[in-house]
């Protein structure tokens, strides 16, 4: 079994940047894919970013240019970098790891892009 815990989201005015955190409970060099979703109000959830192994990263469409996924083995974490944030980027943001064929799940942080 996988814990995930995420952290740093909050509110940030259109424009600005943020940096989320997912701390896993074990070495993440076991979970061969790490990534981040979102999910808005009434709005189906949402894929926007992936990380392998291998350090390789997708981004969907939406965030594409705008956001940074990394890994810190040491740390045992996942980040990303959100930049030129916008009012559209409102919503919960959930880590998640696959790990022996099974997705894990962070119990989200809320990130709200408002002036």
């Known amino acids: 079994q996988v814990q995930l815990v995420e952290s740093g989201g909050g509110l940030v005015q259109p424009g600005g940047s943020l940096r989320l955190s997912c701390v896993a409970s074990?070495?993440?060099?076991?979970?061969?894919?790490m990534g981040w979703s979102r999910q808005a109000p009434g709005k189906e959830r949402e894929y926007i970013a992936t990380?392998?192994?291998?350090?390789?990263?997708n981004y969907a469409d939406s965030v594409k240019g705008r956001f940074t996924a990394s890994r810190d083995n040491a740390r045992n974490t996942v980040d990303l970098q959100m930049n030129s944030l916008k009012p559209e980027d409102t919503a919960v943001y959930y880590c998640?790891?696959?790990?022996?064929?099974?997705?894990?799940w962070g119990q989200g942080t809320q990130v709200t892009v408002s002036s």
């Open positions: 998640y790891g696959l790990y022996e064929s099974t997705r894990y």
């Open positions: 990380i392998r192994s291998d350090g390789s990263t």
């Open positions: 074990r070495s993440i060099f076991s979970i061969r894919t």
